[in-house]
């Protein structure tokens, strides 16, 4: 467990109300902020309360300079140290980073830049454990397996009768599969065959487990569709060595596959088939599903009048934000250009709407960052609900249409579908 408050930033300059707007926008994002101008001020909360990233101005404080309190600093926190900067050469650089600084940011402070570097150190240091679905008809086996993985971290289900898998495959959905070849009810390599013909589980790693030694026969049950083949009773650290390089080569190409490249959300792909998982779930279960769709107000305007890469600072700061706002990150996706995709499971439509009109509210307030200085951004989103015998494209489409009437009515509001 992380020593860090998660979402708390420190500020440290001799004008600390310099990072009062700073402050508020980072709200937006739920991150909370402090600033300080004195050393003693720092330290005394460094004792109490340690941040997730500090930013400290490059003149350090109002009663000491920045080289002369990092020594200090560094033995109370280990987290990222980002010095704010208006361009330093090589040699300040290096002495800074000999100090202690780990990172380097522009002044005047580019908010959406400084977010991306805090998650990509925040994903980087804190990933997820692996999840491994162990299919194994010995029991004894099994246990051994399970029990080196899970001291080592990874979250292990382990089930034994292979004809059960696809289910758990789509329930748990393991970043690796490692698969027993000899099973009574069917053979490792015929079950990997059967996983191949579902596009849903078709990039998913199969590595076998076995006591076979025979590299003909190991290179033949890999033909059927593994990737790997370990013999059982291994070295235990030979075994987590390749099941963490397994599942973390998977995980870099389903990120690849499944993200919007801009965004880091569901891609249009994936974020339909995630609703359509849903779909099947409220209906199975008769469980409230709704669903919005949300779209830039005249964002061809802002291209036109601030550039493209505005444009794309605009879309970051929203996706972020319905990222972090929704009670699932995986509920929402960049359904293309400047529209979104929000899934409100176990929400009714009002519900949805109040949600989303939220999520409105607090966009319109941030402030979005351009060569003269702010502008402001709104979107309209249209929210319809799931009714019975509706397919996931018929929801959609009755969302669509609500946003269509939401920018008749004038933009900036949510629409809700007749169809209710």
Sequence with gaps: MSIFTKRLIYFVAPNIEQ??????????????????????????????????????????M???????????????????????NFGLGVDAQLAFLRAGITDFIAQPLNLQAF??????????????????????????????TASVLSGAGMVVKHIDN??????????????????????????????????????????IPIVFLSTETHRGRQLM????????????????????????????????????????????????????EALSREVTRAHKES?????AMVDIDFFKRINDQYGHSVGDRVIKSLSRLLKQS???????????????????????LIRAAQRTDELRVLFQDLAQSNADGHFNASFSAGVAQLKDGMTAQQLIDAADQALYQAKAAGRNQIGLSSNR
């Design 19 to 60: 990072f009062a707007e700073i402050g508020r926008q980072l709200h937006f994002f739920g991150f909370e902020y402090k600033a300080f101008n004195r050393n003693s001020a720092l330290l005394a909360a460094m004792h109490s309360e340690k941040p997730c990233a500090m930013v400290i101005d490059e003149t350090g």
């Design 162 to 203: 292979p004809l059960t898998v696809m289910p758990y495959l789509a329930n748990f959905k393991p970043d690796i599969l490692l698969l027993d070849v000899y099973m009574p009810e069917c053979t490792g390599d015929e079950i990997a065959k059967v996983i191949r013909q579902t596009p849903q589980f078709d990039s």
């Design 62 to 84: 109002s009663d000491i300079s920045t080289l002369e309190c990092l020594p200090l600093l560094k033995k109370l926190y280990a987290g990222p140290l980002f010095l704010a």
């Design 221 to 272: 049950a890999r033909s059927m569709g593994g990737d790997d083949f370990l013999v059982k009773n291994m070295e235990p650290d030979e075994l987590i060595a390749a099941v963490t390089i397994t599942a973390e080569r998977y995980r870099r190409i389903r990120r690849w596959m499944t993200r919007d490249s801009l965004t880091g959300l569901l891609n249009h792909t994936h974020v339909i």
């Design 115 to 144: 977010i991306d570097r805090i998650d990509l150190i925040d994903e980087q240091d804190n990933p997820s454990p692996f999840k491994v679905l162990l299919v194994d008809d010995s029991d004894t086996a099994a246990k051994w």
């Design 287 to 291: 469980r409230p599903l709704s669903y």
């Design 326 to 348: 929704m009670p699932n990150p995986d509920a929402v996706g960049r359904y293309g250009g400047e529209e979104f995709a929000l899934i409100w499971s176990d929400h009714t």
